[in-house]
Each structure stands twice: as C-alpha cells, then as structure tokens.
C-alpha cells in the first residue's frame, strides 16, 4: 500500500484547516464591511474593498517606511505574550485539560517580575542579572499558580475550568492589593495613580541588541525571539521525548495511559505547571521591556492576553509551531485595523469585529481537520485491493521430471 506521504500529514491537514479558516473569517469579515457601507450614508461602497486591503495590508499600510518599520516593531512586540499565552493553552489542550486560568496566571508573573525587577538594587552592569532573575522569578510564580487548578484535578477529581477560573480573580485580588499596599511600585508622575513604574528606573530592561535602531520608535526587543526559542522546545519536546508523549497520551486516553503504567495525576499538575509558567513568562517579557507601564487595579478586570490565547491555540490546532505563526498573524490583521480610521470611513474598531469572527472559524478547525481525514480514508477505501497471483506449478511435470 502506497504510504500517505507529506499531503496526508497531520501537519499539512492542520495548517489547510487553519488556512480554511481564515479564509472564511475574512470573506465574512467583508461581507460585514459591504453590509455597513450599504446601510451607513458616510461610508462609500468602494470603502468596502479598501477597508479589506488595508486590513490585510497590516502594518505595510501604515504609509510612509518608518511608520511601516514602527508597526512592524510593535507588531512582533506584542506577539511575545500572545505567543506563550497560546502555548500555554495548547499544552493543557494536548494532556486533555482547559487552561481558562491564563489571566490569572499572567497576571501573578507580572507582578512577580515586576516586584524583583523594582526592589532588588542595580550597580554597574547588574542589570542584566536582575532582569533575569525577574524573568525567572516571573516563570516560576506562574508555575506555581498553575499548579493549583493541577492539584485540585489530580488528586480531587475537580473540573479544572471551575478552579482556573476561581483562581483568575484571586489572582487579580492579589495583584492589586500588592500594589495598592506597596506605594513605592506606583508611577505618581504626572497626576498618575493607576500604573507601576516602568522597570527601566532600575535599570532593568529587556535587551533589544540593537532592534531598536531598525525598527525605530517602537518597543520590540529580543522577547519575540525568545518566545519562538521556547515555542520550538516545546514542539521538540511533545513530539521527541518519551515526557511528550505520556502528556499526549494521558490527553488521548487517561485509562489507558494509567494502565500503561502512566502517572496521570503527575502529568495532569506537570502539564498545568508547565502552562502557567508559560503565560507568566509571557507577561514576564513583555513588562520587564523597561518602557511598559502595568495597570495594577485589576480586581475589576482581567488581562485579554490571557483569554486570546485560547483561539491562538485553536487556530494553530494546538501545534506549537503553529502557535507562532497564529500569534503573529492575529498581531498582524490587528494592526492593518490600527489603519483603518485613517484612511476610510470605518473606525478600528471593526478589524476587531473581524478578528473575532476569524477566532470564531478557528473554533471549527479541529473538525475541518477531521473531515479531511475521513475524506482520505474515503478515497483510499475506494482504491480496490491487488489481486496477488501466484503460479501454479504443474505438479505432474515436476513429478515426471523428478522421475527421470
């Protein structure tokens, strides 16, 4: 039998499902701009059409090359976060768990890192060390959050949405009472009450190894590299290591992963560690950036970063590689959006209509993806099997031959 090949991959199949996808959200996305420049006297027919392009223009409809090299800088900027918020729900997705605690883990590995970068003392070329440090303290005080809603599932049998989301909003308790209590994190210039300092007061800042000087004005740094590193080890190890594959196999099948002689309940809190280290390193590099101010009143509300990680994952069908180029597309139409005021009759507020349609699509990925396997093992069971013929020797010749 004639062997799939690269066309009849997992891999290929996942990426024509997202591509699916995101073609249907932006055809449906079109149709809402024709439909509000039809019943809107202010925007012309022909804004339909431009609105689309600029949107997928991105940043290279911002105009002139150096507001093109800005949004291009902020547009990878800004994909760091998204990028390890989607990881780190594709990993629970892959040992069979919901991480809908993504905020709240976030939120505790900004406050973590922000809290190392801003108290311990910088002297000379210290910098370096203490941001990474609070890079690490950052990781690990996600790890730890994550741990719980992995406790309570492991050893309680407890839904893990139900505790992630318990957890979201203490945590964000959490962060604003650490705040509101400890003054000296507060930016007061200006009249300001609402945001910490920034951490490059302490001289602590992600490095930017000149990036800064291509992409002139914006805030990017080496965060975006850093993040497609970790996305990469992750791909490496669910995919090459036997760790990877008892997560996997703990999330195809529980019972029979234990049987196998599997821990399930240590794959389930190891899997929701790994996950809330992953988004708390997200918000780790984003804010320990040195320009980056953080709202700390969050009690109230919860970082958005956190939930758009879910259709990141969905979009990449939980595939870490996939993650990358998910996060950054998702930045991407984003910032064709930032255009659009400018240059139609539309305000920017419709490319977000647009991307959650797109997120909406990425909900049906997984049975795309389905559909076009059942639809290969349709066409392969229509192949009919090779009638195998075997000579049949004439008996009698070989007797009489024997004879003589």
């Known amino acids: 039998m004639k062997k799939n090949g690269l066309l009849g991959s997992d891999g290929v199949k996942s990426f024509a499902a997202s591509l699916i996808c995101i073609l249907g959200g932006i055809l449906v996305g079109f149709l809402v701009l024709l439909i509000l420049a039809i019943f809107t006297p202010d925007i012309p027919i022909g804004d339909a059409f431009t609105g689309l392009g600029i949107i997928l223009g991105g940043p290279f409809a911002s105009g002139s090359g150096g507001d093109v090299m800005f949004m291009i800088g902020e547009m990878l900027f800004e994909a760091a976060p998204l990028l390890m918020t989607g990881l780190s729900v594709a990993i629970a997705f892959k040992t069979g768990l919901f991480n809908i605690g993504a905020p709240g883990q976030y939120l505790m590995g900004t406050m973590t890192s922000i809290v190392v970068a801003l108290t311990v003392k910088t002297n000379g070329g210290s910098g370096f060390l203490v941001w990474l440090l609070a890079l690490l303290a950052g990781t690990l005080a996600g790890a730890i959050w994550g741990c719980i809603p992995g406790l309570f599932k492991a050893l309680l049998g407890v839904n893990e949405v139900i505790v992630c989301i318990m957890t979201n909003w203490i945590a964000a308790n959490i962060v604003s009472w650490i705040f509101k209590v400890n003054g000296q994190f507060i930016n007061t210039a200006g009249g300001k009450s609402a945001y910490t300092l920034k951490t490059a007061v302490n001289n602590v800042a992600t490095p930017k190894l000149g990036l800064d000087k291509i992409f002139v004005g914006s805030n990017i740094d080496i ?23 008892e997560l996997k196999a703990c999330g195809h099948n529980r019972e029979g992963a234990r049987y196998a002689g599997m821990s399930a309940k240590r794959n389930i809190i190891l899997s929701m560690a790994i996950a809330g280290a992953l988004s708390a390193l997200g918000a780790s590099l984003y804010y320990l950036n040195g320009n980056i101010e953080f709202a700390w009143d969050t009690y109230l509300r919860l970082p958005d970063v956190g939930f758009n990680g879910i259709p990141v994952a969905l979009l990449a069908s939980n595939n870490p590689l996939g993650v ?67 000579p049949v020797s004439n008996t009698n010749n070989e007797k009489e031959g024997a004879k003589q």
Request: aromatic share 16%; proline share 1%; charged share 15%.
């Open 223 to 245: 965060g975006i590299f850093l993040a497609i590193i970790v996305a990469i080890g992750i791909y490496i190890m669910m995919n090459k290591t036997t760790f990877g594959y």
């Open 324 to 390: 990358i180029a998910s996060s950054v597309f998702l930045r991407y139409i984003d910032k064709g959006g930032f255009n659009l005021a400018g240059y139609t009759g539309y305000n920017e507020y419709v490319c977000d209509l647009i991307i959650a349609v797109i997120i909406y699509f990425a909900g049906f990925a997984k049975l795309i993806q389905s559909f076009l396997t059942s639809k290969k093992k349709k066409n392969i069971a229509k192949i009919p099997d090779k009638v195998i013929t075997t």
